[in-house]
């Protein structure tokens, strides 16, 4: 049922042989430059020879599910076994085939709303890779799981949009070649429906009164992209750098949210399928107290715990591929919101046993198992902390069971008639 299609078959093919002759070699390569030119890495000339060789290779935007001028995309399904394979290396394979976030979910936001204008201004560099984006969301000052919460202002003064607020949690901004804000905000604090108060903009990079604070550290250090605390002051832009509708702005940040979310999870399963071959190597090699790794039972218990994680999350991940694929994004959405959950704890859980047999090297840059971890913590924040999700899909369920309960005869038991999905 979830078997790949022709198209896709040829590049899973071309993208096992990339992450092979390519990219792991390159891992080192990465890891010594990105020291040397900390606020370059987008430009890092290894990174540039990796996104050369993924765009010959036919490895270049697979993510964007919309039709744009020499585009030919992929279904969800599709794209999942690829976006898996591309987490094995996830600091670099994805920003090498342009299918890294925070521009994918900027380039579909602009796919779907923007005018030929803005098409022609930033959707059309961010797909050939000669700019990147930031998405501009997070708040410090208030809640900002809940996005009816966000509170920077953009006012209209005449032709243009003004900008007041502060945002953290920002990822991409410090790269030298980002050139575009993506920034929610709220247009009319006055409405009674909350969710129609925020609009989205289009901020350059370089306008001013947009200011960096400072840059926030996960767990004490930067793990693929920077991200940092910005304060915008009196940021004015023309009117036409309004992204969509006035008061459109939740509803678009869902739309953008639901493709990211599942990528998320694709590219956290071939993490966590890497994490375990380096835990199985690794156990292999090394004996302690006279016994090899390998032959602990615990050691064997991780293993095996972690082949059944790995598998059922991957299950899980497709169906909700197919899912968006045959009955859409909403319909689909408390599936979304499940592997949300299940897929990045499932891959935390899996780095750590991996990290425990590698022992001191695996809490260091000797291995790529502590960036890993750093990475999927930060996901079990971004897009949606778990808490939110598990709320949205109780709720789903809760209604469903509500609907399908029928009245019952005194004394019997209600009968339930729930829906199958396809």
């Known amino acids: 049922m979830f078997d790949p299609t022709p198209r896709a078959a040829t590049l899973i093919e071309s993208m096992t042989r990339f992450l092979e002759d390519d990219v792991y070699p390159a891992e ?3 890891e010594a430059e990105s020291l040397e030119e900390e606020h370059l890495r987008g430009q890092l000339p290894v990174m540039e020879s990796l996104k050369k060789k993924a765009r010959d290779l036919g490895l270049w935007n697979l993510f964007l599910p919309h039709s744009e001028p020499g585009h030919e995309p992929l279904s969800n399904l599709d794209y999942a076994r690829i976006a898996e394979l591309s987490g094995r290396s996830i600091h670099l394979a994805p920003e090498a085939m342009n299918c890294s976030a925070p521009d994918t979910g900027n380039m579909e936001l ?4 923007g005018t030929p204008d803005q098409k022609q201004r930033w959707l059309r560099p961010l797909m050939d890779g000669e700019i990147r984006s930031a998405y501009v969301m997070t708040e410090p000052q208030v809640a900002s799981s809940d996005a009816g919460n966000i509170e920077t202002s953009i006012v209209r003064d005449g032709e243009d949009w003004v900008i007041n607020g502060r945002k953290w949690w920002i990822s991409g901004v410090e790269r030298a070649n980002c050139e575009l804000l993506v920034l929610m905000g709220i247009t009319d604090p006055s ?8 609009s989205m903009i289009l901020i350059p990079r370089e306008t001013p009164g947009v200011e960096v604070v400072r840059e926030l550290k996960v767990f004490g250090y930067s793990p693929f992209e920077s991200h940092v605390e910005m304060k915008f002051t009196n940021v004015r832009v023309p009117a036409a750098n309004l992204l969509g509708e006035v008061g459109a702005g939740f509803a678009m940040s869902q739309a953008r949210l639901g493709p990211g979310r599942i990528h998320h999870c694709m590219r956290m399963i071939g993490m966590a399928e890497r994490a375990l071959e380096l835990m199985i190597h690794r156990v292999r090699h090394r004996a302690t107290f006279g016994t090899p790794l390998v032959d602990q039972g615990v050691v064997r218990e991780w293993i095996a715990d972690s082949r059944i994680e790995i598998d059922q999350a991957r ?12 009955v859409g994004n909403k319909a689909a959405a408390s599936e979304i919101s499940g592997i949300k959950v299940a897929v990045p704890n499932m891959a935390s859980r899996v780095l750590d046993r991996s990290i425990q047999a590698h022992g001191g090297g695996g809490l260091c840059q000797e291995f790529p198992l502590a960036r890993m971890y750093a990475e999927t913590r930060i996901v079990r924040m971004a897009d949606g902390p778990d808490e939110v999700h598990r709320r949205s899909l109780a709720r789903t369920e809760l209604r469903r069971f509500a609907d399908a309960i029928s009245p019952a005869p005194h004394g019997a038991a209600a009968h339930l008639a729930l829906p199958v999905r396809g």
């Open 315 to 326: 299950l899980y991940t497709l169906y909700t591929a197919h899912l968006m694929d045959t």
């Open 28 to 30: 080192s390569v990465w």
């Open 191 to 198: 409405l009674e429906k909350r969710h129609q108060r925020h």
């Open 110 to 113: 602009l796919s779907m709303f």
